[in-house]
Nanobody
């Protein structure tokens, strides 16, 4: 099974940018559709973005559309989430997840089979 490790989180000011990476090991990331989710304290995990297995299909939550960009580099075995114009409401632990059963994007957390450990993103006002 694939193992996922997120990196790139940190503390940034309102309006700043961060680039999150999701590195895969044990299996090639090209076998999976990948999703990004986030969870703030006391809140449920919510969908952020997803990219299809081939990379041709992407999806974004309305709250991040136009500010976040998901991409994949199968040669580097990695999926990235470029986040711009960050807001305090974006503060959360961000997780990447892999869907082994479908080539397409999904907004449902239970569609994903493998999860990383998460990376903290904090946006100060």
């Amino acid at each position: 099974q694939v193992q996922l490790v997120e990196s790139g989180g940190g503390l940034v000011q309102d309006g700043g940018s961060l680039r999150l990476s999701c590195a895969a090991s044990r299996r090639t990331v090209s076998l999976y559709a990948i999703g990004w989710f986030r969870q703030a304290p006391g809140q449920e995990r919510e969908f952020v973005s997803a990219i299809s297995r081939g990379g041709g299909g992407t999806d974004y939550a309305d709250s991040v559309k136009g500010r976040f960009t998901i991409s994949r580099d199968n040669a580097k075995n990695m999926v990235s989430l470029q986040m711009s114009d960050l807001k305090p409401a974006d503060t959360a632990v961000y997780y990447c997840a892999a869907n082994r059963d479908s080539a397409y994007t999904s907004r449902r957390p239970n569609a994903y089979d493998y999860w990383g450990q998460g990376t903290q993103v904090t946006v100060s006002s």
